[in-house]
């Protein structure tokens, strides 16, 4: 990842688009000038006209209402009459406004002191970039979630069947996401191999993110050999990117949603251990939710790892349990059936 969240950058981005907007304007004027001089006189007219009433206005005669009516009346007979021409020779008659990407702020992206819906949205874009799974989750959200790999029969030895399982944690997901950022909510989920948990992180993770929060993705041993290591043990302080660096082990503790991916998967030794726990430690401390996924049950997590840091984990996360068929297996073999 090569991209942090910036604001400065954001705000830069409207200037320019009012930059661009502004000299849109003053370039299709100037041609349309020398096609049509009529328009020039008529604007120099109307700028006259402003003009008098600016000086009459500091000379301290300005509410002189029989010239004030009589201003406001030339200036829109002379705007009918400009619009009259312009629609003649074939264009709009707003054909002389500013085209603003957003006409609801004039591309401000401030509405008073509410930000408008453009700077929400380039906002979200952002957090799109820096959450390390943007390029994901137009294929795995919700709308394309597949029920259909879910086991509808119940086994013996269960007490649900796969579907109405993941039926339920659908539903739990929902109701996480309903409540994200009025409380402090910690998932993990648990299953084999397969069994849908990164897609169903994913969905969670472009729900919140559409909402404008920051979402932190990562796979157990990329955030601690990447961030952690790469941040905590760099080599050299002066590195070029070391800004990135530390950025990133930061979003870490301050992304609004954390997700570690495949916990068990990555090499464990006592320094991960102690980064790792310090990470989830922290983030329950300062109320940050964060979700993690494991094809250890919380009994291997406590052998894997400490017991400390798996009785942090049982206090105060919810328990999903994703359980059925391999989907790859599922696939694969639909697959072949086809053909
Ligand atoms: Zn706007």
Redesign the pocket.
């Known amino acids: 990842m090569s991209y942090t969240f910036d604001m400065d950058e954001i705000l830069k981005k409207l200037d320019r688009r009012r930059n661009d907007s502004a000299r849109d304007l003053r370039e299709r004027r100037e041609a349309l000038y020398e096609k049509l001089p009529e328009i020039k006189e008529i604007d120099d007219e109307l700028r006259n006209g402003t003009l008098m009433a600016i000086r009459k206005k500091v000379k301290g005669t300005g509410n002189d209402i029989a010239f004030l009516a009589e201003l406001e009346k030339r200036n829109s007979e002379l705007s009918e009459k400009k619009k009259n021409i312009l629609i003649k020779n074939g264009y709009d008659e707003n054909y002389l406004e500013r085209r603003y990407v ?1 006409n ?2 004039k ?3 401030y ?1 008073g002191n509410e930000k ?4 929400k949205q380039l906002i979200v874009e952002a957090r799109y970039l820096e959450s390390n799974i943007s390029d994901r989750l137009e294929q795995e959200n919700f709308s394309t979630f597949d029920m259909s790999y879910y086991r509808q029969e119940r086994l013996e030895d269960e007490k649900v069947s796969p579907y109405e399982n993941i039926q339920n944690i659908l539903a739990k997901s929902k109701e996480f996401i309903k409540k994200f950022g009025d409380t402090s909510q910690n998932i993990i989920i648990f299953g084999e191999t397969g069994r849908g948990k990164t897609f169903l992180t994913n969905c969670i993770a472009k729900e919140i993110l559409d909402e404008g929060h920051s979402v932190f993705y990562l796979t157990a041993g990329g955030m601690v050999e990447d961030v952690i290591n790469g941040y905590l043990f760099r080599r050299n302080e002066e590195e070029y990117d070391d800004k990135e660096k530390k950025a990133r082990y930061e979003f870490l503790f301050n992304a609004d949603l954390l997700i570690i991916d495949d916990l068990g998967t990555e090499s464990v030794n006592r320094q991960s251990v102690t980064q790792l726990f310090r990470v989830v430690n922290d983030r329950i401390i300062s109320g940050k939710s964060t979700i993690i996924s494991s094809n250890l049950d919380i009994k291997g997590i406590k052998e894997n790892y400490t017991e400390r840091f798996a009785g942090r984990i049982a206090e105060n996360y919810d328990f999903f349990n994703i359980f059925g068929a391999n989907i790859r297996m599922v696939k694969k073999k639909r697959l072949l059936e086809r053909h």
């Open positions: 957003c609801l702020c591309d401000e992206g509405i408008c819906k453009c700077l």
